[in-house]
């Protein structure tokens, strides 16, 4: 079960939505989860870094597919409240 503990949507006119913090199954909680607007809509994206060569690095990853439809979902869902 993914919850949705809090998001913070941005009114600046960049590609960058919303960031959100995400609960899994009552025990994991990752912070920093990106609502995106890129070439085919809105997407979300999980936390990442950037590394001292300039690009950025997950800091989370998703392995399920069926997990990341879910978080897709949830938090998509909360932004369109």
């Known amino acids: 079960m993914i919850e949705v503990a809090r998001l913070h949507r941005f009114d600046n006119g960049?590609?960058?939505?919303?960031?959100?913090?995400?609960?899994?199954?009552?025990?994991?909680?990752?912070?920093?989860?990106?609502?995106?607007?890129?070439?085919?809509?809105?997407?979300?994206?999980?936390?990442?870094?950037?590394g001292k060569d300039g690009k950025w690095y997950p800091t989370v990853m998703l392995l399920e597919d069926s997990l990341k439809e879910e978080l897709q979902t949830a938090v998509l869902e909360a932004y369109n409240v």
């Open 14 to 50: 960049s590609s960058l939505k919303a960031f959100a913090d995400v609960i899994f199954n009552g025990q994991l909680l990752v912070k920093g989860v990106k609502v995106a607007d890129g070439r085919n809509g809105l997407y979300v994206s999980m936390p990442s870094a950037q």
